[in-house]
């Protein structure tokens, strides 16, 4: 197992400190450094060979460096084929590259940058096959129900054979990850969803003839490390909330999407529902983050002093090829609540606990 370290922009960190934070991952024996992507923060392929330089400082070679995940909806299947390829070029092949649907199913997104109505499950089918037969073939002529490209070329030499993860969560799109992708991106799982998140991979797997164990599985799992409990929690919590409950009370229609339906495939729709009714009425983030269900918290993630991190941290890991430790910071804009984490669930510690 491949244990990683995910940092992300709210831990507020300017350039020097990602570089610091990079060259001590190297040095705390972890084995890869990975990001999000969010629209309007810092291009994440960037910001991928950054770390991968400062790590090579400390690391012959560097570690390895991944995104999971870019939502697609904001560059063309040609313009991630050159840009992740140039990355895994620059890098020597450390380089996996992971993408999603983001909010593509919701019409209030597609708005925002003129899409048309479409299936986010063929939207994701036709990205994949065009990505990968370019950065694997160096060319494609491929026609899908939303992505076309004809004749399309790739002239980096030797061609970047990157790794491509997709971001599933559904059983759909597990499916499809397992028949298309080289890897599938999971969030916010307890070990029982991973467990069955793997079946899911295996049916697509096995409907085109492929070995699920060739499809690797990724997961960051959330942790915030504090010596005072409560803070700790609520910065978990703040972290969980918008994507359990996103930022509006959805409809019912929204609630078999995306993160909510994820939530509630793992038996927590009564508690989020409560929680909507909280904020119907009114109710601040403060007051919501406060009043969130502890239960759910330590189901996908860890909050609290750091002599326990390593071992839930493991817990949670059970069925994963990539888990990666995803810093929440309860002193965001420091270096200290992320090397805290960092420190608590290094490489060395959390396999004393498997």
């Known amino acids: 197992m491949d244990i990683g370290i995910g940092l992300d922009p709210t831990l507020r960190l300017d350039i020097e400190q990602q570089k610091e934070m990079s060259r001590e991952a190297a040095r705390l024996g972890y084995q890869s450094i990975w990001t999000p992507e969010v629209p309007g923060q810092m291009d994440s392929y960037q910001v991928c060979l950054m770390r991968w330089a400062a790590s090579n400082e400390i690391v012959d070679g560097g570690l390895e460096t991944g ?19 140039t990355v895994s070029h ?50 494609t002529d491929y026609e899908g129900d ?57 049916e697509g797997a096995e409907k085109v003839g492929r070995d699920p164990s060739e499809i690797k599985v990724s997961e960051y799992i959330r942790i915030c490390v504090d010596e005072d409990e409560d803070r700790a929690r609520i910065a978990l919590a703040k972290a969980t909330m918008q994507y359990a409950l996103g930022a509006t009370v959805p409809t019912e229609k929204e609630r078999s999407f995306g993160y909510r339906a994820h939530f509630e495939r793992m038996g927590f729709t009564s508690e989020l529902a409560e929680l909507d009714e909280m904020r119907k009425k009114g109710a601040s983030r403060d007051e919501v983050a406060d009043a969130f269900p502890v239960d759910l918290l330590r189901t996908v993630g860890y909050f609290g002093n750091a002599e326990n991190a390593a071992a839930e941290f493991a817990r949670i890991s059970k069925g994963l090829d990539h888990t990666i430790v995803r810093v929440v910071s309860s002193r965001p804009g420091t270096v200290d609540g992320t090397l805290d984490v960092m420190k608590a669930c290094s490489p060395e510690k959390v396999r004393a606990n498997f």
Do not use: H
């Open 67 to 85: 995104i999971a995940v870019s939502p697609v909806m904001w560059r063309t299947p040609m313009a991630f084929a050159m840009t992740g390829g």
């Open 90 to 139: 620059m890098t020597g092949g450390k380089f996996i590259m992971g993408i999603g649907a983001g909010g593509a199913y919701r019409p209030d997104v597609r708005r925002t940058i003129g899409l048309p109505k479409m299936s986010a499950l063929s939207l994701m089918r036709d990205y994949i096959s065009i990505i990968k037969e370019l950065v694997n073939e160096g060319k």
């Open 146 to 202: 939303v992505g076309i490209m004809k004749g399309g070329r790739m002239s980096i030499n030797p061609l970047p054979k990157t790794p491509v993860y997709l971001g599933a969560l559904g059983p759909k799109m597990l499916q499809l990850a397992g028949e298309l992708a080289d890897g599938a991106a999971l969030n916010w799982c307890a070990p029982e969803q991973v467990a069955w998140s793997r079946d899911r991979i295996a």
